[in-house]
């Protein structure tokens, strides 16, 4: 009879960690911040299809770092619990804590009963009425959960991110500066950027995955920024900068981005056959972008 | 049912399984009890216990097309709802029509409102509108049990196709039978205890190529004309100020049709009428 090798539950759990670490921290970074319209999803990511932030229900975003296939069937699990809640009970009981449990206790336990830990890092994000009211939970592989204010940094160079972030976030900034804060942390660490020897000053629109949880819109809020829109909304002050994004999509508005239309394309969000849940949602936000005093925010500093 | 989604391990191996974007076949194996068609189908006809709902019409017009719904739902001899919504927004390019059984009708239209959306949000992309068409027609399959006890329902299913080739018309109009059968129709279709009247009526005013406006009031008209002769269609009602539903799909997605426009175009046709031959006649 073979003995088992003895490994104490303590050495068994150092190993899973330091596994789980390594091949979240060989990713490229993920930015979730609120903003006055909503709440930003940012990702540095190449790909066009394989997305790292999506929609889970009305007012529930989520951001993923780490094992595609591993963040990917959770995310489908995800949308597959709101999607069973919403339409058991109604779409105003699907909150983001539910889900966050969800991945926690599902964290967890493949955490410590199985083999493998899972490689991923999770940010459900719930938009509010109003900025103070926006929820972000950071998920970690083991299954624990902090609820951050203001934003979240997740993936290889999270803490290097998230210092650069910390001086140029400011609560409710408008969505052009929020977006320039997290893209300039991103550019910050990117290897594709001049300063750590890419080409680029800071990151072009080809190279990200941005969505925006839309505070302003009534019901499904999650929407993608693509294409020209996001490039009108990255290029303002540096046009000249990103001559290699200029790939154009045919059929792209090339107008100016418009936080509160829908584009072409996104759906809206579906009518409810109840009457009562008609309504639902549709909390107007109290347009906070007004009262931001847009002169007080400092400019993020390009990428050193 | 949550308890178990949410309990000590989380999600169950169904919700963590990538394979499958259809949210009615994920509540098959997770919650079967949550399907209308899934249910033992009662062993009498109960048609006359439960409110049904009446006409919905639909036709095409250059750009689009249109779907409109009286506001009458009846109960065997009784008018059981006055202001009852039986056209709805299946996503933002399709809308579903229902006639038959309100209840079991409305809570397939929820389903299919949600199939369309949990498909988007899986895929990353909506379904083809001939997809759509078909994942209705399983779910009016389902419910041919009931069916047969009076309850069926048969929906009008109509949209926007994204895909529809240069030179053919963007709008398309699905018709379905109680056993599932989908039916493509030409240019106009009617369901419902009215459609017989509606569909005489729209075959005169109806013509292919016609801008929106015309279709609109092509529509108001024919549901005025099935509320005319049939007793169980609603015809607008200047009192309540009530007055159908109309929705129309086109190239900006679908909308529903203020009031106030469907109140003028059935003030207008009210008009017309009684000057027409028939109050002569009177």
């Known amino acids: ?304 | 049912m949550s308890e178990q989604i949410a309990g000590r391990s989380g999600f169950t191996p169904a919700y963590l399984d990538r394979v499958g974007s259809s949210f009615t076949d994920f509540l098959g194996v997770t919650a079967p009890d949550l399907l209308p068609g899934r249910r033992t189908a009662p062993t009498t006809p109960v048609g006359d216990l439960a409110p049904h709902g009446t006409t919905i019409v639909a036709a095409t017009f250059d750009g689009g097309v249109l779907m409109g719904g009286d506001r009458r739902a009846t109960m065997g001899n009784l008018i059981s709802s006055r202001d009852i919504e039986k056209v709805y927004a299946a996503d933002s390019w399709s809308v579903i029509g229902i006639a038959g059984a309100a209840g079991i009708a409305i809570e397939m239209v929820r389903l299919y409102q949600v199939e369309l959306e949990h498909y988007e949000k899986i895929e990353g992309m909506t379904l083809s509108l001939d997809g759509k068409a078909n994942r209705l027609a399983a779910m009016i399959r389902g419910n041919l049990g009931a069916a047969m006890q009076g309850l069926a329902v048969v929906p009008l299913f109509a949209g926007y196709d994204l895909d529809a080739a240069p030179g053919t018309s963007p709008g398309r109009i699905f018709s379905y039978d109680v056993t599932g059968g989908n039916y493509e129709e030409r240019g106009y279709a009617s369901v419902g205890s009215g459609s017989l009247f509606a569909r005489g009526s729209l075959k005169k005013t109806w013509r292919p190529g016609l801008s929106a406006d015309a279709a609109t009031r092509s529509l108001v008209e024919a549901l005025y004309d099935a509320a005319d002769d049939d007793s169980a269609t609603g015809g607008p009602d200047a009192v309540r100020r009530l007055y159908p539903i109309l929705y129309r799909v086109d190239a900006e997605g679908a909308v529903r049709l203020p009031d106030a426009e469907v109140a003028e175009i059935a003030a207008s046709i009210a008009t017309e009428r009684s000057a027409g031959p028939e109050t002569r006649e009177a």
């Open chain 1, 1 to 304: 009879m073979t003995m088992p090798y003895y490994a104490s539950a303590e050495q068994v759990m150092r190993d899973r960690s330091e596994y789980a670490r390594k091949g979240i921290s060989r990713g490229r970074s993920v930015v979730v911040l609120t903003c006055a319209d909503g709440v930003l999803l940012i990702a540095e990511n190449p790909s066009s299809t394989l997305h790292k932030v999506g929609e889970i229900y009305d007012r529930i975003g989520f951001a993923a770092v780490g094992r595609y296939s591993e963040f990917e069937s959770l995310r489908v699990a995800g949308v597959r619990l709101a999607d069973v809640r919403g339409y058991s009970y109604n779409r105003r009981d699907v909150t983001g804590r539910v889900v966050a449990n969800a991945y926690a206790q599902t964290l967890g336990s493949i955490f410590t009963e199985q083999m493998k830990p899972f490689e991923v890092e999770l940010c459900v994000a719930e938009v509010g009425s109003t900025p103070e009211s926006d929820q972000l939970y950071r998920l970690t592989f083991d299954g624990s959960v902090v609820d951050e204010p203001d934003f979240v940094v997740m993936g290889g160079q999270a803490d290097a991110v998230t210092a650069n972030l910390r001086e140029h976030f400011r609560a409710g900034l408008p969505l052009r500066k929020a977006l320039e804060a997290g893209v300039a942390a991103l550019s910050a660490v990117s290897a594709s950027t001049q300063a750590n020897g890419g080409t680029h000053a800071s990151l072009p629109a080809g190279s990200l995955e941005v969505a925006l949880l839309d505070r302003a819109r009534p019901k499904r809020t999650f929407r993608r920024i693509t294409g020209a829109a996001l490039r009108t909304l990255l290029g303002a002050d540096a046009p000249a900068t990103e001559p290699a994004a200029t790939e154009t999509e045919p059929g792209e508005d090339a107008a100016a981005h418009q936080p509160s239309t829908p584009a072409p394309g996104t759906p809206p969000g579906l009518g409810d056959p109840s009457a009562a849940d008609t309504a639902g949602g549709t909390s107007e936000a109290p347009a906070p972008d007004d009262a931001t005093p847009d002169d007080a925010t400092p400019e993020p500093g390009t990428p050193a």
